[in-house]
């Protein structure tokens, strides 16, 4: 028969052990290493992939055309006429694809974008510039991200605690070009033939004259056909077309396993603004779906597939 003190020193055995078993299994999900994670999904290495289980979700992800032009996908004559009429294109088919002919010329292939894989996990900060950035620290969570994307003109400088200091891609079209650094990607989104010639142009002249500029080695081409996917499968045909901001997260979709949106809406006031800059009081969104795509962002939240950060 056990004594009373035998008794004991197996409850306390049985109790040291059951919460080791749960500091590790806490452990293992903050991780979110392969190997470590015990929840890691089958589809990536991340604790969830952003295709895991919904059916619908994974084929929205997988219907959508190559995101990226490259020598060997380039823009259908359909695609191309659905993408002249966002900013009143006059030019034909043929000038277009002439300009992408030389454009290809000066930019180096780039690696098409690559599916999830079981050993990979590739997280993706998408940052967006919206004022309620400001005051939320969420510096060090956004530079902990394999992929941080930034748009526009949205600096980091002077910002850092609350926006980070990483950027590895950059969306941007002329008007809202900036200079990058040597080693981030250019994510260029054109929304007309001239936008594509002043790329041309920027790239042969270098950075020389100008404080826009980036390396031309690590410039993507956002494929017309995948803006109008998006219009078309995301937003359902709403506004004339999608936003920066928009286009970016479904772009992200496709780049990464695990996607957290920062920086998008209006700041805790109401008001619209940048995080580096006052712009007034009313909400715009221009040609773009304002409601929908914040709905459609909103929505992509509760079901989990995206994370989207809004500070208290
Ligand atoms: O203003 P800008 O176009 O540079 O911002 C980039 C993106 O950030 C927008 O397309 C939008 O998606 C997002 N944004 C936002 N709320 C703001 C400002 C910007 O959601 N107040």
Redesign the pocket.
């Known amino acids: 028969m056990m004594c009373k003190a035998g008794k004991f020193k197996r409850a306390i055995s049985v109790l040291v052990c059951m919460t080791s078993f749960a500091v590790f299994l806490t452990y293992s999900w903050d991780l979110s290493l392969p190997g470590y994670n015990l929840w890691a999904s089958p589809v990536c290495a991340c604790r969830k992939c952003l295709t895991d289980g919904d059916p619908w979700f994974r084929m929205l992800i997988n219907t959508a055309p190559q995101p990226f032009l490259s020598k060997d996908h380039n823009t259908s004559e359909v695609d191309f006429n659905w993408w002249k009429r966002l900013q009143g294109e006059k030019r034909n088919y043929t000038f277009y694809v002439g300009t992408l002919d030389r454009l290809f010329q000066i930019i180096p292939p780039i690696p098409g974008v690559v599916g999830p894989s079981p050993s990979r996990c590739r997280s993706c900060a998408v940052v967006?510039?919206?004022?309620?950035l400001k005051g939320s620290h969420y510096g060090r969570l956004i530079d902990l991200h394999d992929i941080v994307i930034r748009?526009?003109?949205?600096p980091t400088k002077g910002f850092e605690e609350d926006v980070g200091r990483k950027t590895t891609h950059r969306v941007m079209y002329p008007e809202?070009a900036t200079r990058l650094d040597n080693t981030t990607r250019l994510l260029f989104f054109s929304f007309k033939i001239k936008d594509l010639l002043w790329l041309q142009i920027h790239l042969e002249n270098g950075i020389k004259s100008t404080n826009r500029g980036a390396n031309k080695d690590l410039v993507m081409l956002l494929n017309p056909a995948f803006m109008r996917y998006v219009h078309e499968a995301w937003l359902k045909k709403k506004g004339r077309y999608p936003?920066?901001?928009?286009l970016?997260v479904a772009l992200s979709m496709q780049m990464c396993d695990e996607v957290n949106v920062f920086?998008?809406?209006?700041?805790k006031d109401g008001?619209?603004?940048?995080y580096f800059e006052k712009?007034g009081n009313q909400i715009r969104t221009g040609p773009?779906p304002g409601k929908q795509?914040?709905e459609v962002i909103q929505d992509l939240h509760n079901k989990q597939k995206i994370h989207f950060f809004v500070p208290q």
Request: hydrophobic share 20%; glycine share 22%.
């Open positions: 967006g510039n919206s004022g309620n748009m526009n003109r949205g809202s936003s920066t901001g928009f970016t920086g998008f809406g209006a700041d008001n619209w603004n940048h712009l773009h795509e914040s």
